[in-house]
């Protein structure tokens, strides 16, 4: 199964200055450990030291925040696409 992700220009250094990349997983969590194979580092930009999302990231499937889903543990089928998105704040 092959899903899209979107890459943030802030991690297209862990890609190979690639803005999209094809990954397999039935699942976020899947999805990521299989993002750290293909990019290596990026998983510990993604993740914390207890591998739960930083809560300055969001995450899209198919234009859906995964908060309201089912978190790292969202289904996920093939042609998907699955969008991170740094949290922008400012006052």
Known sequence: ???KVLVP??????????ATIEC???SIA????????SCP????????????????????VNDEDIRFLDGTGTPLKDGDQVSIVPAVAGG
């Open 24 to 26: 397999d997983g039935d």
């Open 30 to 37: 899947e999805l990521l450990d299989a993002l750290e194979v």
């Open 9 to 18: 220009t802030a991690l297209q250094k862990f890609t190979s200055d690639r």
């Open 41 to 60: 580092g990026v998983k510990a930009r993604l993740c914390d030291e207890s591998g739960q999302l930083r809560r300055f990231l969001n995450l899209y």
């Open 1 to 3: 199964m092959t899903v």
